[in-house]
């Protein structure tokens, strides 16, 4: 079969599209033929050798893949032949496999999908876990009616901007262009503030009548985070989820202290949170696919790369320019 290995890291050109042997199922195992693969940002990191929970070398990356059942091992009985289902590798030892035309899984490790459900949707579904956990365990038990998502039009943006939406909170978006705004808009967006137009705080008032939104979700950090603490309202928090402009280089507490005085807390969150809790990711993951067989959510597709360009695939994602869910076809 072909998939894309990397031997080594750095830029994109280290990912090989390579022939190696196509798996065969085993004991309690089936084989997917993958229709979509997700491209994440983790896959990147590993790319370039820096993240924290690397995978051994060689490896074949990806974490996502909608697929189909073409292949049953001995002693499957869940899952069976032309079953669509959807891979996701943070189920597996090793959080990688899915950039290959094939893979060989636990068939309790993988989610069955309905038959009419759009496989290149389903390879999007890493972002919505994301997001289900920022607005479900991540905030245990924290109370929000207003949410203001930082960089909305993006990946895991756009899903936070749906999801909350279904769960019938206000949000505003917050993008870099007047292109990303209105896709932001396109997916239940109420509000939507371009940073490069406007002040983001004097913005952020104005649109909630001074008072500030209950939550900021951030996925960028950097010198800009604690500026945040100016659009929360009283008892409000603010979620740093990512590091896209690296860690939080301001004063917390100061930022917390200038007026005006309204108590605002902070917290971090990580998937690998989740790394040792199978239920409530098998409970997120059952949801979303609940949610998308309903429509309530639906993942905006920016462009799908054979899978064969995957180095042009990834410049393409570290560009900054997609919106939505970028894909790879085998």
Request: charged fraction near 20%; charge should be neutral; proline fraction near 6%.
């Amino acid at each position: 079969m072909k998939a894309v290995q990397i031997t080594e890291t750095g830029a994109p050109e280290v990912l090989k599209y390579v022939d190696v042997p196509t798996p065969r199922p085993g004991p309690g195992e089936v084989l997917v033929k993958a229709h979509a693969i997700g491209v994440c940002m983790p896959e990147t990191l590993v790319r370039k050798g820096v993240y924290k929970w690397m995978p051994p070398l060689p490896l074949i990356p990806g974490i996502e893949m909608g697929g189909t059942v073409v292949e049953t091992g001995p002693g499957t009985n869940k899952l069976k032949l032309g079953q669509k289902v959807f891979v996701c590798a943070r189920e597996f030892k090793e959080r990688s496999g899915c950039y290959a035309e094939y893979i060989a899984a636990r068939e309790d490790l993988l989610y069955p999908v309905a038959d009419t459900a759009d496989l290149d949707q389903v390879a999007g579904l890493a972002n919505y876990q994301v997001a289900w956990h920022l607005l479900n365990s991540a905030l245990n038990g924290h109370i929000y009616d207003s949410v203001l998502v930082v960089a909305a039009a993006g990946g895991v943006g756009t899903a936070l901007v749906q999801l909350a939406k279904a769960y019938g909170k206000r949000v505003i978006g917050l993008v870099s262009s007047a292109e990303r705004a209105a896709f932001a808009r396109a997916q239940g967006a109420d509000e939507v503030i371009d940073r490069t137009r406007c002040n983001v705080v004097e913005e952020t008032k104005r649109l909630t009548n001074g008072r500030g939104v209950d939550l900021v979700l951030d996925i960028v950090g950097g010198a800009q985070m604690t500026d945040f603490y100016q659009c929360i309202a009283p008892f409000g928090l603010l979620m740093l989820y990512g590091r896209m402009q690296g860690p939080p280089t301001g004063n917390i507490d100061a930022a917390i202290e200038r007026p005006p005085w309204h108590s605002a807390g902070y917290r971090h969150f990580t998937m690998h949170t989740m790394d040792h809790w199978p239920a409530l990711r098998a409970k997120c993951t059952h949801d979303l696919l609940r949610l998308l067989h309903a429509g309530t959510i639906q993942v905006p597709i920016y462009e799908r790369v054979p899978l064969a360009e995957a180095a042009r695939a990834h410049r393409i994602f570290e560009s900054g320019a997609v919106m939505g869910k970028l894909i790879m076809k085998p």
